[in-house]
């Protein structure tokens, strides 16, 4: 009696470890899923994710079963669909390597970050001297921050410190082609210019040959910093474009390029507590839970759904 007793002992023990290390497991995917989710945005790579994750669990399902055939071609297709992802999202790897080097992983689950709002006053300014720029074919390059503001240690030379107040006859200024500052870059912080003559490091994509090196250095910037986004002028063909996230916008009308400000620096955001409890603390963590798995399988999200209802 003794003996089963121990041996009872014994095996619930291995069933216990068993199972702690298999909900341990668990619990460390769900979690490499929620970073790998936060840090994808764009919907159509979120949607190549979605269907990588699904491969992958598709080849453990296999493993599983014992069907060593379609667990070995699935395995391939896993390897080939890494390489092609890191390949794919090479700059969300290389922002995600570069804030775990700083020691700045927290802020990739920031995801609540607001658009600083610009008044309606400077973003006619930009605007209005981007539409005489533009007819002019003077080529301009201008960095606007959206959220929390640049490391200077991001550009390849910080430029030249001005600290001015914007306005259409200073930008059309600073990018006159005979002028010091007309080559490089400049940065506006909320209403103020805050530097020019800034050099920027250029995309490694493989882009046009149309585009120029003005082009290449807003989507290197774009690519490596979410906090901006760079409004260009090509000085060849006068063209507006606007660089986002890695990603060109071209050409655009001076119509468009406004209503495209306006949507980013709108004042009417929601404004994150400062210091909320635990009981909106763990609404929140549910709230979240619960969207990455609807983005994960595809389902509509519960604002999604009120919207539906409401439209019905």
């Known amino acids: 009696m003794k003996e089963w007793w121990k041996q009872w002992l014994i095996n619930i023990g291995d069933w216990s470890q068993s199972l702690l290390l298999g909900s341990l497991d668990t619990v460390l995917v769900i979690a490499l899923t ?19 994750i699904i491969l992958m669990l598709a080849s453990a399902l296999s493993g599983r079963l014992g069907l060593p055939l379609l667990n070995f071609v699935l395995e391939k297709l ?77 550009f390849s030379v910080p430029g030249v410190r001005l600290n001015a107040e914007v306005s259409k006859e200073l930008i059309q200024t600073i990018f006159q082609p005979k002028t010091l500052l007309h080559d490089g870059a400049t940065l ?83 404004r994150e507590t400062v210091s909320p409890g635990l009981l909106s603390w763990m609404r929140q963590a549910i709230n979240q839970g619960l969207t990455v798995f609807s983005r994960l399988l595809g389902l509509p999200s519960a604002a999604s759904r009120q919207k539906n209802k409401t439209e019905k």
């Open 78 to 154: 896993v390897i080939g669909c890494a390489v092609a992802m890191a390949v794919a999202l090479q700059s969300e790897f290389r922002r995600f390597l570069e804030q775990l080097g700083r020691g700045e992983f927290w802020q990739l689950f920031r995801q609540n970050r607001s658009s600083v709002p610009k008044p309606d006053s400077v973003i006619d300014e930009i605007v209005d001297a981007v539409k005489e720029l533009s007819k002019n074919r003077i080529g301009a390059l201008l960095i606007l921050e959206t959220t929390e503001p640049i490391d200077e240690q991001d």
């Open 34 to 52: 929620y970073v790998i989710l936060v840090i994808i945005s764009e919907r159509r790579t979120l949607w190549m994710v979605r269907g990588f």
């Open 188 to 270: 506006i912080r909320g209403s103020r210019i805050v530097s020019s003559g800034i050099i920027l490091p250029l995309s490694g994509r493989t882009a046009s040959r149309q585009l120029g090196t003005r082009h290449r250095a807003a989507m290197g910037i774009t690519e490596r910093l979410e906090n901006c986004i760079c409004v260009v002028v090509s000085e060849e063909t006068g063209s507006i474009s606007l660089a986002e996230r890695g990603t060109l916008y071209r050409p655009l009308t001076i119509r468009k390029l406004k209503e495209s400000l306006e949507a980013q620096f709108s004042p009417n955001v929601d």
